[in-house]
């Protein structure tokens, strides 16, 4: 078996020239090369740089051997495409990345539906005709799943920017009999798909089955995603991560393109273990979100019952902050995407660096859903420069706040939050969450007290007869922070 493995290696597969297989094989190298470097943040620009090589082996691989389009015309599209993203990229604010992944996830799966429906319109193109000059059986599935995996991808993603972006409220929008709704869309799609496979009138542009999967997987999309909170977006994007993922597979398959069916596993696979291992650390049920909020219910806790405005806190200033902190012997630093929004990392390793030149002991303690994305975090303190040794997650560090002085919370919200715990109907019951309120002190950082988390829940946290409120825009608390320990 092995040998006749080597033996279409190298006469080429399907047409395609020997040394094209190999050149696709080293960017398969390469992609998990990257895989593995982006596991951790002081490998993560190792990584990158390998997922580039393979990217630029498997483009050049392709543009050489296909020549469905012209060259010139592919060129032409390439720098357009280059303009739109360095644009793109220089103008786009670390606070607006989850988004921005979550629009790009958006595109590649518009892209899949785009090339089915090339594909079944004009199917000779592809190759994928038979002597009678009908779609092949096996394309024909490729095509119905490339298209709805594409579309499902398509409007999850868009649904997913509006809520990421503000433009949609974080809290779940549950639609009655929402699950038989989505599992007999789905079992519609795949029913279709079966039709189409076996229809005797499969020719180019023939039939409404394309049409219909089409309809009904933006459809579908749209259902899965409204019913999640905004506790559970980071996740989401992973999961869409995901689908882009096997919707390029799908569609490499279609083409012929042995690069695509590798790059689309790899992503494709890696996001859904991805989504598995954050499902696991929020305590959620990897089957209840892929299912669209399954098991979400449709009341929601704020904490405790007595109106935020009528309990009463403690508020402090930047130097009343700084005076602690300096006394304290070890600190733990929990940042959110408040940190995020007020780009505050950069004053944070000021103040920081200012602590442990007083012989103050620094960690800083990362939720896997902090912020909007998973890793949100961790790239905005390696922006920072934070020492990666300086970092710790969940599982890590959360016994030691029973141990520290300080607990120093930035921009975060539901990751301290102890409803999490103890709250039944609250929408975050369940979720791990730091143990801020075993620490000595506790301050929190954040613009106003008329605010709540992602998940709109209230946070007992600021009421603990420990916890000093500092209101302000945690840039500038920070800074003030640093100011006076200067």
Avoid at 135 to 140: D, E, G, P, W, Y
Avoid at 200 to 228: D, H, M, Q, V, Y
Avoid at 259 to 272: C, D, E, H, K, Q
């Amino acid at each position: 078996m092995s040998f006749s493995l080597l033996a279409a290696a190298a006469d080429g597969v399907g047409g395609t020239p020997a040394w094209a297989m190999l050149a696709y094989l080293a960017a398969g190298v390469f992609f998990i090369l990257a895989l593995r470097g982006l596991s951790s943040p002081a490998t993560s620009r190792a990584g990158n740089r390998n997922g580039m090589i393979g990217m630029a082996i498997a483009l050049v691989t392709t543009l050489v051997t296909h020549d469905i389009a012209n060259i010139v015309e592919i060129g032409i599209a390439i720098f357009l495409g280059a303009i739109i993203g360095v644009t793109i990229a220089r103008k786009i604010a670390m606070t607006a990345m989850p988004e921005l992944v979550a629009g790009f996830h958006s595109l590649v799966g518009l892209a899949a539906v785009v090339v089915g429906l090339a594909a079944w319109l004009n199917p000779g193109a592809f190759g994928i005709l038979d002597a009678a000059g009908q779609i092949l059986a096996v394309s024909r599935v490729e095509l119905g799943l490339g298209i709805a995996i594409g579309a499902i991808t398509f409007s999850g993603s868009v649904i997913a920017f509006l809520k990421l972006s503000g433009r949609m409220g974080g809290s779940p929008i549950l639609l009655p009999g929402r699950h038989i709704i989505n599992l007999g869309t789905l079992a519609g799609i795949l029913g279709i798909i079966g039709y189409y496979t076996v229809s005797p009138n499969g020719g180019p542009g023939i039939g409404w089955e394309i049409i219909a999967i089409t309809a009904l997987a933006f459809a579908i999309g749209f259902l899965l995603i409204i019913p999640i909170g905004g506790a559970d977006m980071p996740v989401v994007v992973s999961m869409l991560n995901s689908y882009s993922g096997w919707a390029a597979a799908a569609m490499g398959f279609t083409l012929g393109n042995t690069a695509m069916i590798i790059t689309g596993a790899l992503v494709g696979s890696s996001g859904a273990i991805l989504s598995y291992i954050m499902c696991r650390a929020m305590n959620r049920s990897f089957i209840s979100v892929i299912a669209g909020g399954f098991g979400a219910e449709d009341g929601a806790g704020s904490g405790s019952g007595e109106p935020r405005e009528q309990r009463p806190y403690k508020q402090g200033s930047a130097d009343d902050a700084a005076f602690m902190l300096e006394q304290a012997e070890s600190v733990i630093i929990i940042p959110g995407y408040g940190m995020a929004v007020a780009q505050a990392q950069h004053a944070l390793r000021e103040m920081c660096d200012l602590l442990e030149e007083k012989g103050v002991k620094v960690k800083f303690a990362i939720h896997p859903v902090a912020g909007r994305m998973p890793g949100h975090m961790n790239v905005l303190l390696a922006e920072a420069a934070v020492d990666y040794d300086k970092v710790f997650e969940l599982e890590d560090i959360n016994s030691e706040f029973a141990q520290a002085d300080v607990a120093f919370i930035i921009g975060a919200n539901d990751v301290v939050n102890p409803a999490a715990k103890t709250d039944k109907s609250s929408p975050i019951y369940g979720m791990p969450v730091f143990d801020v309120d075993k620490a000595k002190q506790v301050f929190f950082i954040k613009r106003s007290m008329g605010g709540v988390g992602y998940a709109g829940v209230d946070n007992d946290v600021f009421y603990m007869p420990q916890t000093v409120m500092l209101l302000s825009d945690a840039k500038k608390m920070v800074e003030g922070i640093v100011k006076a320990l200067d």
